[in-house]
């Protein structure tokens, strides 16, 4: 029964869910053999038809799903072009989903016949980029040009030229640069993400020195917060004497006046 004939076209059973059939227009039958058919089914060759559902998302209408339940009785929300496109060979094999998307000839989504489905390389949704520039821009990465130059040439965000670095754009969706870590245990969530930018050095244990501003009497955004925490020589550079004066304070109240309770830190580094 992996074929059947309905409603004048041909049905092919789907692939990881046996108790449906899907048509060459990509209408979904349930079609499970063996079910105690009721006297409404009784005689038919399928129990009934599933609904697509088309949404609407940003004022653009959405590919159609389906909820369908796999061999194993979980229900899944499925999207309905790609078991049309791997039933009647538009593919091979199931689609890639990160590399491939599926296109329509006609350019209507609700026209699902394995005839005007097309596949195509995904497109990175409001990227200026194509593959080749992203090449491009990872050979300069490479080369050690500044961030803020490529973006320039690319005419994209510095922002963007970073997340291509790091892979989180164009990649794999993994970073490749691990985010950094505390060198130890805080259970402050916000102080422990903020030290964890700091340069760390191994001390001597035992050793403790609040935080201080260094300031560069030269260059008034020279200005360096340092301080020894826990065996660890901790300091980060910071442009903005009023903020780091602001931080070395709730630092100071946090790790050197364990009584005093710090509600504050700022979100970003200036």
Same mark, same amino acid.
């Given at each position: 029964?992996?074929?059947?004939?309905?409603?004048?076209?041909?049905?092919?059973?789907?692939?990881?869910?046996?108790?449906?059939?899907?048509?060459? *227009? !990509?209408?979904?039958?349930?079609?499970? &053999?063996?079910?105690?058919?009721?006297?409404?089914?009784?005689?038919?060759?399928?129990?009934?038809?599933?609904?697509?559902?088309?949404?609407?998302?940003?004022? =653009?209408?959405?590919?159609?799903?389906?909820?369908?339940?796999?061999?194993?009785?979980?229900?899944?929300?499925?999207?309905?072009?790609?078991?049309?496109?791997?039933?009647?060979?538009?593919?091979?094999?199931?689609?890639?989903?990160?590399?491939?998307?599926?296109?329509?000839?006609?350019? %209507?989504?609700?026209?699902?016949?394995?005839? %005007?489905?097309?596949?195509?390389?995904?497109?990175?949704?409001?990227?200026?980029?194509?593959? /080749?520039?992203?090449?491009?821009?990872?050979?300069?990465?490479?080369? !050690?040009?500044?961030?803020?130059?490529?973006?320039?040439?690319?005419?994209?965000?510095?922002?963007?030229?970073?997340?291509?670095?790091?892979? /989180?754009?164009?990649?794999?969706?993994?970073?490749?640069?691990?985010?950094?870590?505390?060198?130890? #245990?805080?259970?402050?969530?916000?102080?422990?993400?903020?030290?964890?930018?700091? #340069?760390?050095?191994?001390?001597?244990?035992?050793?403790?020195?609040?935080?201080?501003?260094?300031?560069?009497? *030269?260059?008034?955004?020279?200005?360096?917060?340092?301080?020894?925490?826990? !065996?660890?020589?901790?300091?980060?550079?910071?442009?903005?004497?009023?903020?780091?004066?602001?931080?070395?304070? =709730?630092?100071?109240?946090?790790?050197?006046?364990?009584?005093? /309770? &710090?509600?504050?830190?700022?979100?970003?580094? *200036?």
């Amino acid at each position: 029964m992996d074929k059947i004939i309905l409603n004048n076209e041909e049905c092919c059973q789907i692939v990881d869910f046996e108790r449906y059939h899907i048509s060459e *227009s !990509g209408r979904i039958y349930r079609t499970e &053999i063996g079910k105690k058919r009721t006297w409404r089914t009784k005689g038919r060759v399928f129990i009934n038809e599933n609904k697509i559902h088309f949404r609407f998302q940003n004022d =653009k209408l959405r590919q159609g799903f389906a909820s369908l339940i796999d061999t194993d009785g979980k229900l899944h929300n499925i999207a309905v072009a790609p078991l049309v496109a791997l039933a009647f060979g538009v593919i091979s094999e199931k689609l890639d989903t990160k590399k491939k998307s599926i296109d329509y000839k006609d350019g %209507n989504k609700k026209n699902l016949h394995y005839s %005007n489905l097309l596949i195509v390389e995904k497109k990175h949704t409001n990227s200026k980029l194509n593959r /080749e520039d992203v090449k491009h821009i990872k050979k300069q990465i490479k080369l !050690g040009i500044p961030l803020r130059r490529i973006a320039w040439i690319f005419g994209v965000s510095e922002m963007q030229i970073n997340r291509i670095k790091t892979g /989180e754009n164009w990649g794999n969706g993994k970073r490749k640069i691990k985010a950094p870590v505390a060198p130890f #245990e805080i259970k402050d969530g916000r102080i422990r993400k903020y030290i964890a930018t700091f #340069e760390k050095k191994k001390t001597i244990d035992g050793i403790k020195k609040p935080f201080i501003v260094k300031r560069n009497p *030269s260059k008034s955004t020279d200005n360096i917060i340092v301080g020894i925490v826990n !065996g660890y020589k901790l300091s980060l550079k910071h442009t903005n004497i009023t903020r780091a004066k602001y931080i070395v304070e =709730k630092l100071n109240m946090y790790f050197f006046d364990l009584k005093t /309770e &710090i509600n504050i830190l700022p979100n970003k580094r *200036s």
